[in-house]
């Protein structure tokens, strides 16, 4: 190093590759980029605490079902009640039964038939809807086109595939059901048959609110 005076100040050659092993603290960071950082690290956190947050949620519904459907259900038979008021509270705890009833596409194609037959017995064949589905091939526009004006000419289509699917809105068939049920136990008339509609009684807890 010069001793002279007024010289101009060494400049000494810094390795990229070994400057990259200096302690960060000693690198100066833009204030933008310690933000970004900042934000970035915060959006982590947050997903992982919504990710905790989720699964605390569905431990606690899973723990709430158990005990509307099950432990309740079975404390007022023993108790011989089917409400319970709390002192404090402004809502009271009632045993009912629904009957969630279900129609799927994962059912043997026999069960679904029979479901949708019963359900036509009793009264309900205005809730079915049925799609069908006609499949031309690629450049046959015009005949899709001629089969839709001329649908009742059917011999001119024979042999092509059809898809007919028939379907109940799970909630419009659980009201029907429903009804049904309802009806029967007031006028003493013969339930329905809940098995061949897909249908289950299920007895649950409920909180409901007291004017």
């Known amino acids: ?9 060494i400049q000494e050659d810094i390795d990229l590759e070994s400057a990259s092993a200096f302690p960060r603290e000693h690198a100066v960071i833009p204030p933008s980029q310690a933000l970004l950082s900042e934000k970035c ?18 431990m606690k519904k899973s723990e709430r079902n158990e005990l509307a459907t099950r432990t309740l259900p079975d404390l007022f038979d023993a108790a011989n009640q089917r409400i ?20 799927t ?11 949708f037959n019963y359900l036509e017995e009793l009264g309900g064949g205005d809730l079915i809807k049925t799609e069908v589905r006609v499949f031309f091939g690629r450049g046959e526009a015009d005949l899709a086109r001629e089969f839709v ?63």
């Not at 509270?89 to 629904?98: F, L, M, R």
């Not at 596409?105 to 479901?115: D, G, I, M, Y």
């Open 1 to 9: 190093m010069s001793d002279r005076v007024g010289s101009a100040p």
């Open 41 to 58: 690290s915060l959006l982590i956190a947050m997903d992982r605490e919504i990710a905790d947050l989720e699964d605390r949620v569905k």
């Open 84 to 103: 319970c008021g709390i002192p404090g509270e402004s809502s009271v705890v009632e045993v009912t039964t629904k009957y969630p009833a279900s129609i």
């Open 105 to 115: 596409q994962s059912l043997p194609v026999e069960t679904r038939h029979e479901a």
């Open 149 to 211: 004006a001329l649908v009742e000419n059917s011999n001119r289509f024979g042999g092509r595939e059809i898809e007919m699917k028939t379907d109940v809105h799970h909630l419009t068939l659980t009201k029907f059901v429903t009804d049904l049920v309802t009806r029967a136990r007031e006028t003493g008339s013969k339930l329905p048959d809940l098995q061949r509609l897909c249908a289950k009684a299920v007895r649950t807890a409920v909180v409901r609110k007291v004017r």
